[in-house]
Nanobody
Framework: QAPLVESGGGSVQSGGSLRLSCDAS????????LGWFRQVPGKEREGVAV???????NYQDSLQGRFTISQDNGRNTLYLQMDNLKPDDTAMYFC????????????????????WGQGTQVTVSS
């Protein structure tokens, strides 16, 4: 099975909420950057939020306040709580990770990430 497996996508009306989950229990490194990205057809994949193995967070400024990234205590599952969803949030959402050295600060750049899930679709209707 793939190292990262997303779930929780779906269709919701504007103003609604969804929580995405990513099973990261098979991620092969204990020091990591782990995050959520999204992509719409014809556009580049953009970083939504990332968390490192020490719990430090990095959000896309425009989404902070509506989106919350978190992990369970065992760090086996990554979550993205999405509130007050808007039609512009419609996208395929991906979980991704990479090994992090001790001095590295996680970035929201897709090119940094080498392990990807298959994605889960989020559709927000007006």
């Amino acid at each position: 099975q793939a190292p990262l497996v997303e779930s929780g996508g779906g269709s919701v009306q504007s103003g609604g909420s969804l929580r995405l989950s990513c099973d990261a229990s098979r991620l092969p490194f204990s020091r990591y950057c782990l995050g959520w990205f999204r992509q719409v057809p014809g556009k580049e994949r953009e970083g939504v939020a990332v968390i490192d193995s020490d719990g430090r967070l990095n959000y896309q400024d425009s989404l902070q306040g509506r989106f919350t990234i978190s992990q369970d205590n065992g760090r086996n599952t990554l979550y993205l709580q999405m509130d007050n969803l808007k039609p512009d949030d419609t996208a395929m959402y991906f979980c991704a990770g990479h090994y992090r050295s001790m001095s590295w600060s996680c970035r929201r750049l897709a090119r940094d990430y080498v392990t990807w899930g298959q994605g889960t679709q989020v559709t927000v209707s007006s």
